[in-house]
């Protein structure tokens, strides 16, 4: 997996096609956690953008959610799960859902509120019925290579949503935030 060094600033709020570089540094004080963790200012803390149907718009989006996740207060893992999910719906909606059409575009937006971490991924695609997709488990999916990418979304994330847009779907990925408990 290839990691973007040095990505372009955003500002938030705004939608364009490059990363917010801000994500990657939170020095202000008034934001830590228990732990020292930084956490990103529960009513302000949002980004959207709009991106190519490309696979380096993946990891443009994967990135983001990485970075989000950390400022939010999220362990290593945590913040790397949240990634993982991300990019699922990422590829789903570039792959899938866009079929790699240079004519439609994917939207990300990341948002932290104080009680979640809520990212929307939005393809311009034919649109998903999440009752079709075959389970994973089953014994006959069992040795597919494909057909994992929901079921690892809805693994690493505490809620999962579609929603159809006409054309297009939109998944939203809520990770809650959780106080820390005491004498951790």
Known sequence: MEKLKNPPSLTFGQTTSTLPSSLSSASDDRYKGSSGTALADSTTSRVSFTLDSSLDSVNK?????????????????????????????????????????????????????????????ADQGPGLDPDTIPDPLAPENILRGSGRGIFLIKAFMDEVHFRQLHPGTELTLIKHRRPAQPGN
């Open 61 to 121: 989006v994967e990135l983001t959610a990485e970075q989000t996740a950390q400022r939010a207060g999220f362990d290593e893992d945590t913040a790397t799960h949240v990634a993982m999910a991300v990019r699922e719906a990422a590829v789903n909606a570039v792959l899938h859902g866009n079929a790699y059409d240079p004519n439609k575009h994917i939207t990300a937006s990341f948002e932290t509120t104080s009680d979640a971490l809520v990212i929307r991924v």
